[in-house]
Structure formats: C-alpha cells, structure tokens
C-alpha cells in the first residue's frame, strides 16, 4: 500500500487533460465539491471595478471585508457608528449568493485615538461591549463567522506570564478579554461562528513552538470555562524562507481540531518579496509553495475554509506594507490573478490541491 502523499503524487501524475478539466471549474465548485468553502477577501474599492466584482462572484463562495468591518472603519469616533462599506459589501456578497466571514471585533491594530484613551481610561469593558453589540448586532443572522479576536498572540507587544501579549485590551479590559469579547458577540448574534484568528503559526522556530502552545493551552481553558468558540483561523501569510514545521504544525492543527474546532485557513497569500525578479520565475516558484502549504494543511480534515487575502495582485495588502516590498522595487505576486486578472500558476495550484483534497463530511 503507497504512502498516501506517495499515493497522491502519482495520482498528481494523472493525464494533463485531467488536471486541465479539474483546473477549468471554478475554485468554489471544486472547493465545494469536497465540502470546503473557498473564498477571498474582498474591499469596496475591489468590486468598484466589475471585472473584479464579476470574478469574486465566480470563484468565491465566501468573502471577508478587508477593512469595511474593522474597529476604525466602523466607529470612528465613539458612539458614532460609518456602517455604509460593510452594509455595500454584505449587499454585494448576498446578490452574488456568498456567504460572509467577517474581520475583526477586537484586534489591537488601526484603534482610533478614542479607542486608545477609553481603553488607558479604564473603559475598554464598556466601549468593547457597545462596540460589539452594535456592529455585530447589525449584521446578526446574515453571516456565518466572526474572527472574534485577531492576533491576540502577538510578538510586537511583551507577553504576559500567560503567553498573551500586553496588547491595549490585555491591559484595558483585563486578562479575560477574549472570553468577554466571545460572550458579547455571541449575546450580539447567537447564529455566528465566532474564531479565534492569528498568524505566524507554520514554522519551525521556538517562538512558534511557544506560540503554538500558548493558543492550545488558552483555548482549552477558554473551551473548559464554557467559551463560545466554534473555530480557529489561520492567516497563512506564507513566508517561503521560513522553514515549515511540517510535524508540529500538523499536531497543532489535529490538537485544535480534537478540542471539537473547525478551522479556516482566512488570509492564504505567498509572500514573494525574497524570490527572483522574473515573473515566470516567481509565479512558479509562488505556486510550488502554495502547492505545498495547502497539501499539508488541507490534509486536516478540520479544515473547511480556504479564504485568500485578495484574489488579485492589484488588491494585495503588500503593496502598502513595507513586510511585502521588495528591494527591486518590482510589484509582489502573491496572490492567484495577476494585475490584469489573468490566472496565474498559483490558481492552478490551489485548484490541484483542492482537486487532490480528501472530501470531508457534509
Ligand atoms: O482608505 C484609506 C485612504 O483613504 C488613505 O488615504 C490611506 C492612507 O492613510 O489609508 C487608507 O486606509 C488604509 C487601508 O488599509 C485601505 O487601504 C489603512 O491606512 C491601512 O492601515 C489599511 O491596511 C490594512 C491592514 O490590515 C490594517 O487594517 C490592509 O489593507 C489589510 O489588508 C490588512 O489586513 C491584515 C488583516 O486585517 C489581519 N492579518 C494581516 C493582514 C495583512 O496585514
């Protein structure tokens, strides 16, 4: 009996013809075909140009609003609450049939200066708890999850003895300021699937170790203590000169899996900054790592979503982040349509790996 990924990569050796007629489904009919859901993230500006609009509504099932969602998008000042992208967005997605993954209620990034002094001003509890009920009150009933909490282990900021970090809510709301998050958006819309969501999760260095533990050893008390978390979700951001840490990685995912989780890969895109300036050059070398990335996570039963950070070159966020310049200058290539919405080597590999992908049950 052939090892299954022996197994599969002579299977990977079946006639072009069929890889080609795999390849020639959208990315939501194979995806769906073994109960995964694909989608992408998707912006106002994004669907402002309806060739993209159009796209989205070809390949995806589901979309996450880039920004349209976020803390300083949706209550810029307080009590002062700018729903209009969001409310365009949820449009769009229900007249093109997607479903909504919504991002973020509590993340420690882009907060308004308001924000920031309710928080240092020992009124995080309040403002998060307003902040939640009206946002994700709003859209109650209308989408299928919400990353609750984002990056909540995050290295930018110190830890505390618990692994979590120092972040404006640890410190204005207090050590159990995901359980409150989680209770309040459950108390604002008791049919979403609320997750836990962060990156920097794949690789084989210590401060991953610790990070991967950390996560297990917070959801098993947020999960003991009654938590009303359904599910994890993994940015993958990929940074191909990182090694991978293939055996670990795979116990985290089937020890967050065993906790009864369901988990979403939310930001897939590959980062190419470090890669050669040739196109063709990257764009293969960009597919042979989302190749690999996605094998090995999709190997995971538990892993029901493949949402990526952008469908198109021209809307990925590395084009205003210094983390994804390169030093030639040249515009990154990290996600599967090119600038001019042209697939790419990288779609064809997400189509073969969920072309290869066991079904997982309905
Ligand atoms: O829309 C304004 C524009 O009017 C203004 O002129 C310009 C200059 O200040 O800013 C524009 O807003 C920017 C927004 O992206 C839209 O482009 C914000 O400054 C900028 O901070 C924001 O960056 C987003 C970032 O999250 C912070 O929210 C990126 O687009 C978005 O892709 C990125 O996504 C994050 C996930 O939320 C969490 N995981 C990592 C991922 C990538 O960083």
New binding site residues.
């Given amino acids: 009996m052939l090892p299954r990924r022996a197994f599969l990569t002579a299977l990977a050796g079946l006639p072009v013809a069929v890889a080609k007629v795999a390849r020639a489904n959208s990315l939501r009919d194979l995806a769906r075909a073994k109960n995964i859901t694909f989608g992408s993230?998707v912006?106002c500006?994004d669907i402002a140009d309806q060739n993209y609009a159009n796209l989205v509504a070809r390949e995806c099932a589901i979309m996450t609003p880039?920004?349209e969602a976020?803390w300083?998008s949706t209550e810029p000042a307080e009590g002062r609450f700018r729903f209009g992208p969001m409310d365009d967005l949820a449009q769009f997605a229900a007249d093109a049939g997607l479903c909504l993954h919504m991002?973020?209620l509590i993340?420690a990034?882009?907060l308004p200066n308001w924000t920031l002094a309710a928080l240092q001003a020992g009124r995080g509890r309040a403002v998060m708890q307003n902040h939640i009920a009206a946002v994700a009150g709003r859209y109650r009933g209308r989408v299928r999850s919400w990353d609750v909490v984002?990056?909540p282990i995050d290295p930018r900021w110190p830890a505390d003895r618990n692994g979590l970090c120092t972040t404006p809510w640890r410190l204005g709301v207090g050590a159990d300021f995901i359980m409150d998050a989680l209770a309040d958006t459950a108390l604002a819309d008791p049919t979403a699937r609320l997750m836990i969501?962060d990156?920097d999760l794949e690789y084989d260095m210590p401060d991953r170790d610790k990070k991967r533990t950390g996560y297990l050893r917070l959801i098993e008390d947020l999960l003991r203590r009654g938590a009303p978390l359904h599910g994890f979700g993994l940015?993958a951001?990929v940074k191909p000169w990182l090694p991978i840490a293939e055996k670990p990685y795979r116990r985290f995912l089937h020890e967050l899996a065993g906790f009864g989780l369901k988990l979403h890969v939310t930001?897939f895109d590959v980062n190419d900054r470090l890669m050669p300036g040739n196109a063709d050059a990257r764009d293969a070398l960009v597919a042979a790592v989302a190749r690999h990335y996605l094998d090995l996570v999709l190997d995971e039963p538990a892993v029901v979503t493949l949402i990526t950070?952008?469908l198109s070159d021209r809307s990925?966020?590395m084009l205003?982040?210094p983390?994804g310049h390169r030093a030639d200058g040249l515009a990154p290539r990290p996600l599967p349509y090119d600038l001019d919405l042209q697939p790419k080597k990288m779609r064809a590999a997400i189509a073969d790996a969920l072309y290869f992908a066991r079904e997982r049950p309905a």
Avoid: C, F
């Fill in positions: 993230e912006t500006a880039g920004i976020k300083g991002h973020n993340w990034v882009g984002n990056e969501n990156d940015e951001h930001e950070w952008g990925t966020w205003r982040d983390t």
